[in-house]
């Protein structure tokens, strides 16, 4: 491989959803999932993905990792396949439960997803993920004898052992108290930002979502289609910035279209 074809292959992919969309079942019980959806992901950019229970946000986010098949419509991440960049190792999926394997310590679960990726051992690379997420003197310990906000940064750390270049969260924060989800979400985009992924939030959290993205998509209930596309107008790692009124403002402004969303007929 070229260095050109190294730089190109680490670098954080675009993502183009065109006419996207997700029916489930058949005939008279068939559920529209999703409508068409055109969407593009620039290259680095964090987008958020808010809206009511139901309204497709997980499933448009399957779809963008591969693991669903769409009713119309495709996905690709820089010219290829989710399947095709996920078997790599360059795609990584978080979801609320961080689904470690109980039998397996810290670290063990840290490194098998460069395993399952067949990426070879980086025992450095793991120990190095490990402390960074705060887990340093844990790496023996299984998962039962972690909290759940600890459960959740391993989760994060083996999502990020395979250097991946797309970086998908479902509800990452959502199963553990506010306080450690405040925590998390003030140390753990530092990880991912740092490695420039191109990356997409699943979130409930009005709050969390400016916090977190470059963008905030605002979704309609079932079938789900997106309604608004609003910018977060101030600089990353913006936990210090809260208080700004520009943050209040874009929070403000998402909250009106899911209202609006909401007295759809």
Do not use: Y
């Not at 079932?222 to 910018?231: L, Q, S, T, V």
């Not at 210090?240 to 520009?246: D, G, I, K, V």
């Amino acid at each position: 491989m070229s260095p050109r074809d190294m730089t190109e292959a680490s670098a954080p992919p675009e993502v183009i959803c065109r006419d996207l969309s997700m029916r489930f079942g058949r005939g008279k019980t068939a559920v529209q999932a999703l409508q068409p959806t055109d969407l593009t992901l620039a290259p680095g950019s964090m987008t958020a993905l808010v809206g009511p229970s139901g309204c497709g946000k997980s499933t448009l986010l399957r779809l963008i990792a591969g693991l669903e098949h769409p009713s119309s419509g495709q996905v690709e991440i820089d010219g290829d396949s989710p399947r095709r960049i996920r078997r790599a190792g360059q795609l990584a999926v978080a979801f609320q439960d961080p689904s470690l394997l109980p039998w397996r310590s810290l670290r063990s679960n840290v490194a098998l997803a460069r395993h399952l990726a067949r990426l070879p051992k980086d025992r450095e690379k793991v120990a190095d993920l490990i402390a960074k997420v705060g887990l340093a003197g844990f790496e023996r310990h299984r998962p039962a004898a972690l909290s759940g906000g600890m459960r959740q940064r391993a989760a994060i750390a083996r999502c990020l052992a395979t250097d991946p270049r797309l970086l998908l969260l479902d509800e990452p924060f959502g199963a553990v108290d506010e306080l450690t989800r405040r925590r998390l979400n003030i140390d753990l985009p530092k990880l991912w930002q740092a490695r420039g992924v191109t990356g997409l939030l699943v979130t409930h959290s009005v709050h969390e979502a400016v916090l977190l993205a470059d963008r905030v998509l605002v979704m309609s209930p079932r079938p789900g289609e997106i309604i608004a596309d609003i910018p977060v107008p101030l600089g990353r790692l913006r936990n210090a910035r809260t208080s700004l009124p520009e943050f209040a403002q874009t929070v403000a402004q998402v909250n009106a279209h899911l209202s609006q969303s909401a007295a759809l007929p």
